[in-house]
């Protein structure tokens, strides 16, 4: 059974870190890009950092570069988000996506887990 599944999130205060975990289990971990996204309320979902699926690569959005830093653990079928600096932009559901190198292989998606940045 293929899963995906999101933990880590939790409320913290402005200036502070998370680290978002994905536990990936059912599928070949290491031919799969790792995609991180977000959604905040009303707004479209958008992609905010991603790796390789060697973890040879990876690529932020512009409002989380030097904040966020993505990574993977391919013997573990782990992939993570570090996020530090968090601000109260940055509250969304973050949401795992695993693409297969071969992209009409298709993609799997977690469920979501909260982060929200209050004082």
């Known amino acids: 059974q293929v899963q995906l599944v999101e933990s880590g999130g939790g409320l913290v205060q402005p200036g502070e870190s998370l680290r978002l975990s994905c536990a990936a289990s059912?599928?070949?971990?290491?031919?799969?890009?790792i995609r991180w996204y977000r959604q905040a309320p009303g707004k479209e979902r958008e992609l905010v950092a991603a790796?390789?699926?060697?973890?040879?690569?990876?690529n932020y959005a512009d409002s989380v570069k030097g904040r966020f830093t993505i990574s993977r653990d391919n013997a573990k079928n782990l992939g993570f988000l570090q996020m530090n600096s968090l601000k109260p932009e940055d509250t969304a559901v973050y949401y795992c996506n695993a693409v297969h190198v071969i992209r009409q292989f298709g993609d799997h998606w977690g469920q979501g887990t909260q982060v929200t940045v209050s004082s």
């Open positions: 059912g599928f070949s971990f290491s031919m799969y890009t």
């Open positions: 790796i390789g699926n060697d973890g040879g690569s990876t």
